[in-house]
């Protein structure tokens, strides 16, 4: 079964500064796909970042880049220029590649914190 | 995207006792994913709702504990039946976008079992 680790239960960042998230995974399989989310106070869950494995080229969405090293089975967010409205919860996730299984395994989350 | 509303928002709940937790989403979608975030854990994927069929749950969930009703494509009901303290959790609806694995969550449902 896949495990998704996620090392830092908690971190905080200065405004404006930059700040990368940690997680690795386990997996037997080659090909899946990972996942950033990030869940502010208010609970409701988006999705921050993806990536499938079988792309070399790492995932970048404005701000937010990831670092996939898919031999090391790690897969860390930097999060650039951080503001306030980035503090949340972040969950790294993972999902088979295809199949009836749709399942996301989550890790146990990230609290981020950003001082002004 | 896809909005999802869920209800309650909250409850304080006896135990012994049910409650249904509600889902409905703005669109229709063929499956809908209910999801369990115990304090301070990690979501857990109870079991995913397929409209005109039974849900299929994952392991260590059963139909008798977590009954689950799909009517049709834009509604679900997952039901946590006979609560104890233990299943005192957010409770979330979820459904896939477009894009694989991007899922969107209600704000989840807060139970609290006394």
């Known amino acids: 079964a896949q495990t998704v680790t996620q090392s830092q239960p908690e971190m905080s960042v200065q405004e404006a500064e930059t700040v990368t998230l940690s997680c690795t995974y386990d997996?037997?399989?080659?090909?899946?796909?990972l996942f950033w989310y990030k869940q502010p106070p208010s609970r409701q869950m988006i999705l921050v970042i993806r990536?499938?494995?079988?792309?070399?080229q790492n995932a970048t969405e404005n701000r937010f880049s990831v670092n996939f090293q898919k031999a090391a089975k790690s897969f860390s967010l930097k999060i650039s220029d951080s503001q306030l409205g980035d503090a949340a919860m972040y969950f790294c996730?993972?999902?088979?590649?295809?199949?009836?299984?749709?399942?996301?395994?989550f890790g146990k989350g990230t609290l981020l914190t950003v001082n002004p | 995207s896809a909005v999802i509303s869920q209800k309650p928002s909250r409850d304080i709940c006896q135990r012994g006792t049910s409650l249904t937790i509600q889902c409905q989403v703005d669109?229709?979608?063929?499956?809908m994913f209910w999801y369990r975030q115990q304090p301070g854990q990690s979501l857990t994927l109870i079991a995913t709702?397929?409209?005109?069929?039974?849900?299929?749950?994952e392991s260590g969930f059963v139909i008798d504990k977590f009954p689950i009703s799909r009517p049709n494509l834009t509604f679900s009901t997952l039901t946590v039946s006979n609560m104890s303290p233990e299943d005192s959790s957010i409770y979330l609806c979820?459904?896939?976008?477009?894009?694989?694995?991007?899922?969107?969550f209600g704000e989840g449902s807060r139970l609290t079992v006394l």
């Open positions: 979820s459904v896939e976008g477009g894009r694989v694995g991007e899922l969107f």
């Open positions: 997996t037997s399989e080659s090909d899946y796909y």
């Open positions: 990536q499938e494995a079988y792309k070399q």
């Open positions: 996730a993972y999902r088979t590649l295809g199949g009836s299984n749709y399942k996301l395994t």
């Open positions: 669109s229709q979608v063929t499956m």
């Open positions: 709702a397929n409209q005109g069929s039974e849900a299929t749950y």
